[in-house]
């Protein structure tokens, strides 16, 4: 019975730690998310701060949990420090941030290139909304998307995929988590069976850009910009939600078919977005000057750093 708990050197088993981690981040988080969302109810906030707050103040609380919660599994379960998590001001992580944001920028210029040449999407500036109103969207959703990015990148991405990638099936981690996180965006607008697919998908993309560098800093360069240049920039809907970028820089338009561009659900639904996906993985896969630090690499294998 105790090996069905415990490996040969004495330690919780990987799918045991992973579940610890789940179910507390559930019950912390679901608790103190309500209660913020209660909170703001009832106070009397500005314009702006009414649109943004009770969006990003839940995806903050996320990241938060998530950060704690994981330094705390990792030094109970795992004996290791807070910088296991990939989540810390290491070496590298501002090469590795800007690699994801450039990178997660072509993967998205590349979707939408398809969707342009294939005539199936039709771009133009926007003229109808005043520059203010386009600031103002440009800023909030840099905000909203960079803490929705986090939370995600914090959730999927750290503790819980980070443990079961230490033993020797680390395919088996990725698939899981990038179906937990498909499975998170089941309940959006207009969903499809392609656009589940494609989210699977980004899972898998984001928990490849993990492996590459083994810090979170690389799939959250590629998450957050991947959905801010979709949204306010190029006026798409992100993942189906259309009230995040009310006046983007650019207006879009789709022609269709929705099996290629995905629809009222937004790039993401479509072939387009598969296409770029795919190209991506393959390219993060090969790019030589991608890769973890020695240190990175020793904690992310549960191996201490000689001297640690």
């Not at 109810?41 to 996320?62: H, R, W, Y």
């Not at 795992?78 to 990939?86: M, N, S, T, V």
């Not at 999407?121 to 905000?143: G, K, M």
């Not at 803490?147 to 079961?164: I, N």
Request: net charge neutral.
């Amino acid at each position: 019975m105790q090996r069905v708990f415990l490996d040969q050197n004495g330690r919780l088993r990987s799918g045991w730690r992973a579940a610890a981690f789940l179910i507390s981040f559930l019950l912390i988080a679901s608790g103190l998310i309500f209660t913020s969302v209660v909170a703001l109810s009832q106070m009397d906030l500005g314009e702006t701060a009414t649109g943004l707050l009770p969006i990003s103040i839940p995806f903050v609380i996320s990241t938060v949990i998530a950060l704690l919660l994981g330094w705390v599994c990792l030094r109970l379960f795992e004996g290791l420090p807070f910088k296991a998590l990939g989540a810390a001001f290491t070496n590298g992580w501002a090469r590795n941030l800007a690699a994801g944001v450039l990178l997660g920028g072509v993967a998205f210029g590349s979707a939408a290139l398809i969707g342009v040449m294939s005539r199936g999407l039709e771009l133009h500036a926007n003229t109808l909304s005043t520059p203010r109103a386009i600031i103002s969207t440009l800023w909030t959703t840099f905000l909203i998307f960079l803490v929705g990015a986090a939370s995600e990148e914090t959730l999927f991405r750290g503790y819980l995929m980070q443990t079961l990638a230490r033993g020797p099936i680390k395919w088996f981690a990725i698939a899981l988590t990038a179906s937990l996180f498909a499975l998170a965006h089941n309940a959006n607008p207009d969903i499809s069976g392609l656009s589940i697919f494609n989210t699977l998908l980004a899972g898998v993309w984001f928990g490849i850009a993990y492996l590459k560098t083994r810090d979170l800093w690389f799939p959250f360069g590629l998450h957050f910009m991947w959905n801010w240049l979709q949204g306010p920039i190029f006026g798409i809907n992100v993942s189906g939600i259309s009230t995040f970028s009310p006046d983007p820089v650019l207006r879009a338009t789709d022609h269709g078919p929705a099996w290629l561009t995905g629809g009222a659900y937004g790039l993401e639904g479509g072939i387009a977005c598969t296409i770029a996906i795919l190209i991506s993985i393959g390219l993060i896969h090969f790019l030589p000057i991608l890769k973890p630090t020695p240190e990175m690499l020793d904690l992310s294998e549960a191996r201490l750093p000689s001297g640690s």
